[in-house]
T-cell receptor, first 112, second 113 residues
Framework: NAGVMQNPRHLVRRRGQEARLRCSPM?????VYWYRQLPEEGLKFMVY????????ESGMPKERFSAEFPKEGPSILRIQQVVRGDSAAYFC??????????FGPGTRLLVL | DAKTTQPPSMDCAEGRAANLPCNHS???????VYWYRQIHSQGPQYIIH???NNETNEMASLIITEDRKSSTLILPHATLRDTAVYYC??????????????FGSGTQLTVLP
């Protein structure tokens, strides 16, 4: 039973470019969560989605960041016009609706 | 989330039991205690959770005090691969809405050879 999949595992972007991070939840899971871990800091919640719905985006930066979880396909975290401060590890987690969240391996974003 | 307090670091000898404490004195009656760990910037790994009874799985045991104000995660035979940051979390119980996990600083467990 495959776990949470994230790709790419590493992403390099220049300032001003767009970054797209993908997350495929565990089989049977329809709840997805995104977290960000800045260098030398703890994980911070960003957004919680169910299929086609954003449930809680209280941790999302107000500008440039968006997330979606379409009916078909993976969840996407999109960062427009990246800046150096966006360099971080982005983790996705999924659940079946219960509280236990299972995390993916993360995407390391480096903005040059 | 209920606020949780953990020691910043602990050492444990390989093969011995590692006992990681967590205080959660403000926990509500229906809030679970969850434990995760993060091995060197990998994705957090779920370990175990419990409400008020002690729990055991293939990874660890969780001992929750009767008043539920504290708990202890026990790794019965620590190995070098158990070196990680361990997080104790008590997420809020709310139906349908935010279920975000709040990761504090955790405890850096170092297993020594």
């Amino acid at each position: 039973n495959a776990g949470v999949m994230q790709n790419p595992r590493h992403l390099v972007r220049r300032r001003g470019q767009e970054a797209r991070l993908r997350c495929s939840p565990m089989k049977g899971h329809s709840h997805v969560y995104w977290y960000r871990q800045l260098p030398e800091e703890g994980l911070k919640f960003m957004v919680y989605l169910q299929k086609e719905n954003i449930i809680d985006e209280s941790g999302m930066p107000k500008e440039r960041f968006s997330a979606e979880f379409p009916k078909e396909g993976p969840s996407i975290l999109r960062i427009q016009q990246v800046v150096r401060g966006d360099s971080a590890a982005y983790f996705c987690a999924s659940s079946s609706g219960g509280e236990t969240q299972y995390f993916g391996p993360g995407t390391r974003l480096l903005v040059l | 989330d209920a606020k949780t307090t953990q020691p910043p670091s602990m050492d444990c000898a390989e093969g011995r039991a590692a006992n990681l404490p967590c205080n959660h004195s403000t926990i509500s009656g229906n809030e679970y205690v969850y434990w995760y760990r993060q091995i060197h910037s990998q994705g957090p790994q779920y370990i175990i959770h419990g409400l008020k009874n002690n729990e055991t799985n293939e990874m660890a045991s969780l001992i929750i005090t009767e008043d539920r104000k504290s708990s202890t995660l026990i790794l019965p035979h620590a190995t070098l691969r158990d070196t990680a940051v361990y997080y104790c979390i008590a997420p809020p119980r709310s139906s349908g809405s935010a279920r975000q996990l709040t990761f504090g600083s955790g405890t850096q467990l170092t297993v020594l050879p």
